[in-house]
């Protein structure tokens, strides 16, 4: 078995980040007092409206700029949880430094680069991420966030720009013990899901009498399976996939159905229309030039390698 903290260690750390100037306005109209029989009144100060908020997505994306408003000026601030890989950690180039890395990153700098923002990433835990939002302290959320109608009341969602599942997990050597989703419900057993996370869904669904753990860090629920602390969990499938490769002993066990919330979207901002749609225009431009698969394949292949998962000191 590995030695978990070789590679997964937790502390807090921000990237570096490019800069440009964000642009803000908003068009408007001029209204007028109606006519009347009383003596002439003043006429009304012109009122500047912005765009319905369908209008927004009929907008080009230099359309969109000059009323794009961000927590910070000229930039583009997103909260992600680097314990994720693929879509989140920190890589360990041949200096021995890490860098933060995956294909949700790539995707973040593409985005701000599209959108003409300085990227500014904050890393933090993914139960953080979503305080974040709900909060608007930062313009957007990546961390392989599933579109869970539950959290429309603290945040929008984007398009969705990648197509994953979800999966449970046990030891290889236990895999016979979980046939079948049904098999996982038992007293005796433990079994995990990430605070936040709509995997805590699945597993009050699919495990309800079993001891349900759950814990803030993905790679704490793996290090409770490999220490066999826990019996199982519920982790979405390319991540657990990812696991797996420098895991060997883990086991991707079963399918988890879940038709709520497919694939991963982009945590924006509530009610701030301008930039929902100059994202969905990014993704689009993402998907469209190929530039997503490029950031898929570039973060599996970073992520069977040296990684740091979760945060780091200082």
Request: with cysteine.
């Given at each position: 078995?590995?030695?978990?903290?070789?590679?997964?260690?937790?502390?807090?750390?921000?990237?570096?980040?490019?800069?440009?100037?964000?642009?803000?306005?908003?068009?408007?109209?001029?209204?007028?007092?109606?006519?009347?029989?009383?003596?002439?009144?003043?006429?009304?100060?012109?009122?500047?409206?912005?765009?319905?908020?369908?209008?927004?997505?009929?907008?080009?994306?230099?359309?969109?700029?000059?009323?794009?408003?961000?927590?910070?000026?000229?930039?583009?601030?997103?909260?992600?949880?680097?314990?994720?890989?693929?879509?989140?950690?920190?890589?360990?180039?041949?200096?021995?430094?890490?860098?933060?890395?995956?294909?949700?990153?790539?995707?973040?700098?593409?985005?701000?680069?599209?959108?003409?923002?300085?990227?500014?990433?904050?890393?933090?835990?993914?139960?953080?991420?979503?305080?974040?939002?709900?909060?608007?302290?930062?313009?957007?959320?990546?961390?392989?966030?599933?579109?869970?109608?539950?959290?429309?009341?603290?945040?929008?969602?984007?398009?969705?720009?990648y197509l994953g599942g979800q999966s449970f997990v046990c030891l290889e050597k236990?895999?016979?013990?979980?046939?079948?989703?049904?098999?996982?419900?038992k007293p005796e057993y433990q079994i995990g899901a990430q605070v936040g996370s709509?995997?805590?869904?699945?597993?009050?669904?699919?495990?309800?009498?079993?001891?349900?753990?759950?814990?803030?860090?993905?790679?704490?629920?793996?290090?409770?399976?490999?220490?066999?602390?826990?019996?199982?969990?519920?982790?979405?499938?390319?991540?657990?996939?990812?696991?797996?490769?420098?895991?060997?002993?883990?086991?991707?066990?079963?399918?988890?159905?879940?038709?709520?919330?497919?694939?991963?979207?982009?945590?924006?901002?509530?009610?701030?229309?301008?930039?929902?749609?100059?994202?969905?225009?990014?993704?689009?431009?993402?998907?469209?030039?190929?530039?997503?698969?490029?950031?898929?394949?570039?973060?599996?292949?970073?992520?069977?390698?040296?990684?740091?998962?979760?945060?780091?000191?200082?």
């Amino acid at each position: 078995m590995k030695n978990l903290t070789m590679k997964k260690f937790l502390a807090l750390g921000l990237s570096a980040v490019m800069s440009l100037t964000l642009l803000s306005g908003c068009g408007g109209t001029t209204t007028h007092a109606p006519e009347t029989k009383e003596p002439a009144a003043e006429s009304v100060a012109p009122v500047e409206s912005a765009p319905a908020q369908k209008e927004y997505s009929e907008m080009t994306i230099e359309e969109l700029k000059p009323l794009l408003q961000t927590v910070n000026s000229g930039k583009l601030t997103v909260a992600t949880s680097p314990d994720f890989a693929p879509y989140e950690f920190y890589a360990i180039d041949e200096a021995g430094d890490p860098h933060i890395a995956g294909f949700d990153m790539g995707l973040a700098a593409y985005v701000a680069d599209f959108l003409g923002l300085e990227l500014e990433i904050v890393p933090i835990d993914f139960d953080g991420v979503l305080m974040e939002l709900q909060t608007k302290s930062v313009d957007l959320g990546m961390a392989g966030l599933s579109p869970d109608p539950k959290r429309m009341g603290i945040m929008d969602f984007s398009e969705i720009y990648y197509l994953g599942g979800q999966s449970f997990v046990c030891l290889e050597k236990n895999k016979d013990k979980f046939p079948d989703l049904a098999s996982t419900n038992k007293p005796e057993y433990q079994i995990g899901a990430q605070v936040g996370s709509i995997q805590v869904d699945l597993m009050q669904t699919n495990s309800p009498d079993a001891a349900q753990i759950q814990l803030a860090k993905v790679t704490e629920i793996i290090a409770e399976l490999l220490a066999e602390k826990m019996d199982g969990a519920y982790i979405e499938t390319a991540v657990a996939e990812s696991y797996k490769i420098n895991y060997p002993e883990l086991c991707v066990a079963l399918e988890v159905p879940y038709e709520a919330a497919a694939g991963s979207a982009i945590g924006v901002q509530k009610d701030n229309p301008a930039l929902l749609a100059a994202v969905n225009l990014a993704i689009k431009a993402a998907l469209e030039d190929g530039s997503m698969d490029k950031f898929v394949a570039e973060a599996n292949e970073l992520a069977s390698g040296e990684i740091i998962e979760g945060l780091l000191d200082g």
